[in-house]
Each structure stands twice: as structure tokens, then as C-alpha cells.
């Protein structure tokens, strides 16, 4: 058995079967009737039969089908930065953290349409307990991040989650994503974890972890949705933090998640690629730093590039005017968008709860505000 069996996705000598094992599954044929309206189950399934590779899987069937949640669910995805990037070459794609599966599926879309290395994508295990989506993450490319774990087994986990994703990057030349922080961000205040950095660098056997990143290349990713389709499901857990009561998940509540992230409604999305941090980890590694200063210092970098490379729609300038009650951004949307919006967050949240306005609000607005510091931060009068 390999070290990584336990939490690796699929090798291709393994697609057919593990496809052959869903094929009848009521899960599997939903999404597929989904994806092929106007075809065959028969003809679907014959052509999954007779697939064994995973990017055979990912190009004929999961494509399609973010295609066809585009054009259901969105007004479109446009992309910006992608020309930087060279084919045949292996990224570590860091991201914000808006949705549980398109995220990943939308970046692996332009990489497909571009010529470039697709990725292998880190998942929660909490998101893949049922047979059938583990099997799919599988075929996917997705590999598991243990979640829950304390101690020794979450050092063993990250140690080997680290291994991994070293293999892929350097041995594999396979591009890796993963996002800036655990689980997705539900205020909009998009920060990297130092803790995921330091996770990725426990592979490295040199005194200073912190080379481990002049060996690979790091891209930071922004992923801007216009309406975020999974708002709404985020008012209990704001309720219980606001109450200073531990949230507890309901049975559910990933699988409705990752579902109503698919089905709902984002309006515009964009994918911005911020570059490569060849220059600025050269930068850091060379500084008298501790490593945890290191880390840090890199965090905040991708932070900068991430917040800076966010598109900001209405809905943010929107959010933004409403939660600081002024104007300062009115030039940047319609009253019609506005009164969208403001039907859209009336329908969705108990108007006659402040705290949860205020943090819907603040989901939308927060972007606007972290762009704002970013671009002070690079700007050339702030260097002085």
C-alpha cells in the first residue's frame, strides 16, 4: 500500500472500476441528466463505461457540467491572468474559499480551456463521508484533508497531506489547489492561515522549511462571485457566534451546501490570476526572520494579491454604502441593481435582526474594504 492510499485520489488504472461502481447510482444519473438534457441515459453510460483516465472523466463529463451550471445558475465567468501561466508546468494555486466544489471545478475549467496543467484539489473528509461523493471526489483528482483532528494524529495528517502535495508539485509535475485558510470564508474577509503554509513546508527536510518555497511556484487566486448562492445558508452560524454559542452543524448542512453552491444563483463570477511569487519569496527568504515571521510575511503577501486581484461587483459596492450608510461608492452601480440587491437580502434575512443585516452586509462589503488596503499598501506613495 502506498503512504498516501488513504487520502490520494484515484490512479487511472482505477477509473473504470470505481466508475463502473456509481454508474447506477440515483446521484450520478441526476447529475448526468442534468448535464446531457437531451440525451440518453444509455448513450451517457456506455460512453462512461469505456472511459479510464481521470482527465478523460474531468474533460467528457465534469466540464460539461460546470458549463451547464454556468449557463443555469450564473451570467457568466470571464478570467483575467491566466496568460502568465506556461503549459506543461506545475502550480500551487492558492485561493479564497467562496464554494465547496465550484471553486476548484471553475479554476480546472480555464486551465482546461487554456492548455494547462490541471489540478489535484484538497478536500475536507467531512464533505466526502457518503460512497458516492467520495468515489466521485476520487475520480475528481481530489485528495482528502483530514478535518477534526487533534494532537499527534493532526501533525501525522498534515505531515502526510504535506508529502503529497510535494510529490504531486515536484515529482508529478501536477499543479495543486488548495485554499488560503481551513473551510471556506463566511464573512468575506478573505486571510491566509499561516497554519496552511506552515502544513505545506513540513515536507521540507532542509534546516529552513521556508526553502521549500523556492522550489515550487506559488500562484494566488481570486475567485469573485457577483451573489454569493450559499448566504443565506450562513445566518444560523453568524446567530450562534453572535450569542457565544458553539455552532453544531446539522446532518445535512455540507451536502446542502455544496448543492444550493451548484444550483444558486451567482449572477457574474470572475477567476483572477495575481501571478507567480518567484520574486517576493526570494525576497522573504533572504530577510533576517524567524520562520513563523516568515510564514507570516508570506501570508500577508498572498493576502495582498489576493485582495487586490478580487473583482468587486454592485453587489459589493452595494453592501458596502448600505452597511457604512453613505455613498461613497454610487458611482459604481444602478439604482436598479441596488434595489435588486435590497430585495435580495429582504427576502433572504430577518430584517427585524440588526446583527444579521449587518452581517450580510458585511459578507458583500468586506472585499471592498480589504481591496482598498491592498492597493494602499502596493501604492507608490505608501513606500514612503
Not at 462571485?225 to 457565544?244: F, G, I, N, Q
Amino acid at each position: 500500500m502506498s503512504q498516501f492510499d488513504s487520502i490520494r485520489p484515484l490512479y487511472d488504472a482505477e477509473a473504470n472500476a470505481a466508475i463502473r461502481k456509481i454508474i447506477d447510482d440515483p446521484m450520478l444519473e441526476a447529475m448526468m441528466s442534468f448535464t446531457f438534457p437531451s440525451d440518453t441515459k444509455e448513450h451517457w453510460k456506455d460512453l462512461m463505461v469505456h472511459t479510464h483516465s481521470l482527465r478523460d472523466f474531468q474533460v467528457n463529463f465534469i466540464y460539461p457540467g460546470i458549463q451547464k451550471v454556468l449557463e443555469k445558475s450564473s451570467e457568466g465567468l470571464s478570467t483575467g491572468g491566466f496568460d502568465q501561466l506556461e503549459s506543461n508546468t506545475a502550480y500551487l494555486f492558492i485561493s479564497n474559499h467562496r464554494d465547496i466544489i465550484l471553486d476548484t471545478s471553475l479554476l480546472n475549467a480555464c486551465l482546461y480551456e487554456n492548455g494547462l496543467v490541471l489540478t489535484t484539489s484538497a478536500i475536507g473528509d467531512n464533505l466526502i463521508q457518503k460512497p458516492f461523493l467520495h468515489t466521485l471526489s476520487r475520480l475528481n483528482r481530489n485528495f482528502a484533508i483530514k478535518r477534526g483532528l487533534q494532537g499527534r494524529a493532526l501533525l501525522e495528517s498534515s505531515q502526510m497531506a504535506s508529502a503529497y502535495i510535494k510529490k504531486s508539485l515536484i515529482s508529478e509535475n501536477r499543479s495543486v489547489w488548495t485554499a488560503q485558510r481551513e473551510g471556506r470564508t463566511k464573512d468575506g474577509n478573505d486571510a491566509t492561515h499561516r497554519g496552511v503554509l506552515k502544513m505545506l513546508s513540513l515536507s521540507e527536510e532542509r534546516q529552513d522549511p521556508f526553502m521549500y518555497f523556492e522550489k515550487i511556484k506559488i500562484v494566488p487566486i481570486s475567485i469573485s462571485y457577483e451573489y454569493d448562492p450559499t448566504d443565506v445558508l450562513k445566518m444560523p452560524e453568524w446567530l450562534a457566534k453572535s450569542r457565544d454559542e458553539k455552532y453544531v452543524k446539522g446532518e445535512n448542512e455540507d451536502f446542502l451546501n455544496l448543492l444550493r453552491g451548484i444550483i444558486g444563483t451567482k449572477k457574474r463570477i470572475h477567476l483572477q490570476v495575481n501571478g507567480i511569487l518567484d520574486k517576493e519569496i526570494r525576497e522573504i527568504s533572504a530577510m533576517e526572520l524567524s520562520q513563523p515571521d516568515k510564514l507570516s510575511k508570506l501570508a500577508e503577501t498572498i493576502d495582498q494579491k489576493i485582495w487586490a486581484g478580487y473583482k468587486l461587483w454592485p453587489s459589493n459596492y452595494i453592501a458596502h454604502d448600505l452597511l457604512y450608510g453613505d455613498e461613497e461608492y454610487i458611482g459604481f452601480y444602478s439604482a436598479e441593481e441596488k434595489k435588486s440587491f435590497e430585495k435580495r437580502m429582504n427576502e433572504k434575512v430577518n430584517t427585524k435582526n440588526e446583527f444579521l443585516i449587518k452581517s450580510f452586509l458585511a459578507m458583500y462589503a468586506n472585499p471592498v474594504n480589504n481591496q482598498k488596503a491592498a492597493l494602499q499598501i502596493n501604492s507608490p506613495s505608501s513606500q514612503f
